[in-house]
């Protein structure tokens, strides 16, 4: 049974740096690609990055330099570091897995984590 789980969001100040991280649990880390995706209050789910096994990354163009993605293979995990947060950065964040392509869109991934909440506070 392939399971994702989030973990290391909450509250932060604006300007802090938290670092998401994803379990994933079953066959879902030998997929291709997987990535993190936001949604923002009354907002759509969109990919921001995605990263291979071989550790090649892609991320959208509104990230501009402010998440890293990067996965721990020993231990079957994926992180989304956050750099200089402000409330706008407000989302659900959730990893997903799964995909054969390098892709940012939700239809590519099979597997979903329940997603972790981060809040940023001016």
């Known amino acids: 049974q392939v399971q994702l789980v989030e973990s290391g969001g909450g509250s932060v100040q604006a300007g802090g740096s938290p670092r998401p991280s994803c379990a994933v649990f079953?066959?879902?880390?030998?997929?291709?690609?997987m990535g993190w995706f936001l949604q923002v209050p009354a907002g759509e789910r969109e990919g921001v990055a995605s990263?291979?096994?071989?550790?090649?990354?892609n991320y959208a163009y509104s990230v501009n330099g402010q998440l890293t993605i990067s996965q721990d293979n020993a231990k079957n995990a994926l992180y989304l570091q956050m750099n200089s947060l402000q409330p706008e950065d407000t989302a659900i964040y959730s990893c997903?897995?799964?995909?054969?392509?390098?892709?940012?869109?939700?239809?590519?991934?099979?597997?979903w984590g329940q997603g972790t909440q981060v809040t940023v506070s001016s």
């Open positions: 997903a897995a799964g995909s054969v392509v390098p892709s940012l869109r939700i239809t590519a991934y099979n597997y």
């Open positions: 079953g066959h879902a880390y030998s997929s291709s690609y």
């Open positions: 990263i291979c096994l071989g550790g090649g990354t």
